[in-house]
């Protein structure tokens, strides 16, 4: 997410799709590196109650279980 600087409502609704896609074979999406503004958009569209974001790519490969 790092070099996305803008995410619209077509954006996220790919997002969704994919966290089900990925739900529905036991899979997660994390999500990392968002700059202010699409952390914003996250924010106002409550999609970080869906979505687990870290800061770095990191902190997010260390959140899926072993």
Known sequence: MGK??????????????CQRKMNAKGGDVKLCGMSR???????????HRIFDI???????????PR
Do not use: N, P
């Open 4 to 17: 996305l600087r803008f995410l619209g409502s077509s954006g996220l609704g790919f997002l969704i799709s």
């Open 37 to 47: 503004q699409v952390r914003t958009v996250f924010e106002l569209a409550h999609m």
């Open 54 to 64: 870290y800061d770095t790519k990191a902190e997010a490969a260390r959140a899926f």
